[in-house]
Structure formats: C-alpha cells, structure tokens
C-alpha cells in the first residue's frame, strides 16, 4: 500500500466517523515537514505522518514531530500495518 492509498483510506474513514480531517493540498509552497493530517475530533487534535511500510521521516518531519509533542499536540508516524492492526481505527475512534 503507497502513502497516497493509506492517505485516502483515512480520510475516508475520518469522514465516516465525522472527523475533521486536513491535508495540504500542495505541500510545494509549504514548510517542510508538516505533518501530512491535521484530524480534529470532539474530544483531540492529533497530527500524522504517513509513510509507506518501509518509508523514512525527513529531518523537517522529526523536529515538527518533536516541536508538536512539546506543545502538548500528539504526533505520531501511521503506516499500512496500522491499519491492518486496527491501530489507525482504534485512535480514530478514541478522538471523536
């Protein structure tokens, strides 16, 4: 499953739930590193990196994981496993 393919599946599910969920359309004109979803539920705001199984966080993505955690925002990295795993589902349900 490709980032793109995993990023779609949880958007959707996002939608499903009634979850606000937010992409950068076009990150070209961004600061690097952004997390790829900002997803706001009734009860939590967490960011998400998404990568493929084997796909690697770029210095920019780590110091925004780190920056947002000290600020009290959970960051976390989501690959294809985790929705395997249920884990992706799980978090959603626990935020909305």
Known sequence: MTEKQL???????????????????D?????????????CGARKFITRELKNEYGKTTAEQEHWGWMLRQAGVSWDIWRPDDLRSGRIQHELQAIR
Do not use: F, K
């Open 27 to 39: 990150s070209r004109r961004s600061v690097p590193g952004w997390p790829d979803l900002a997803i």
């Open 7 to 25: 990023q779609a599946v949880v958007v959707e599910m996002c939608r499903v739930y009634g979850i606000a969920c937010y992409h950068t359309y």
